[in-house]
Nanobody, 121 residues
Framework: QVQLVESGGGLVQAGGSLRLSCAASGSIFSINAMGWYRQAPGKQRELVATSISGGSTNYADSVKGRFTISRDNGKNTVYLQMNSLKPEDTAVYYC???????????????WGKGTLVTVSS
């Protein structure tokens, strides 16, 4: 079993910054990808940013140039630095990891419980 602990959400004024973190723990053999998704009220969950093992990253067009995803592989932790926040960034942000775990070593996807980011205008 894999546990994800998210932190860093909160209330910030437009133009401000927040940093989210998500630490994975448990019976992990390897982490193939870590990322962040968000879901605003009344909307579907959408990709924000992902980091693939090997170093490649992917961002939603709406956050390019403002958000930066990074990983600390030694700590199994992924971060999302969010700058120049806008009211439309208000959402619950979910951590997502794709891991392989013993004994099957199949790739499995886990989600965090979410952390609320509110950007006031």
């Amino acid at each position: 079993q894999v546990q994800l602990v998210e932190s860093g959400g909160g209330l910030v004024q437009a133009g401000g910054s927040l940093r989210l973190s998500c630490a994975a723990s448990g019976s992990i053999f390897s982490i193939n990808a870590m990322g962040w998704y968000r879901q605003a009220p009344g909307k579907q969950r959408e990709l924000v940013a992902t980091s693939i093992s090997g170093g490649s990253t992917n961002y939603a067009d709406s956050v390019k140039g403002r958000f930066t995803i990074s990983r600390d592989n030694g700590k199994n932790t992924v971060y999302l630095q969010m700058n120049s926040l806008k009211p439309e960034d208000t959402a619950v942000y979910y951590c997502n990891v794709q891991v392989t775990t013993p004994p099957t070593y199949y790739e499995l996807t886990y989600w965090g419980k979410g952390t609320l980011v509110t950007v006031s205008s």
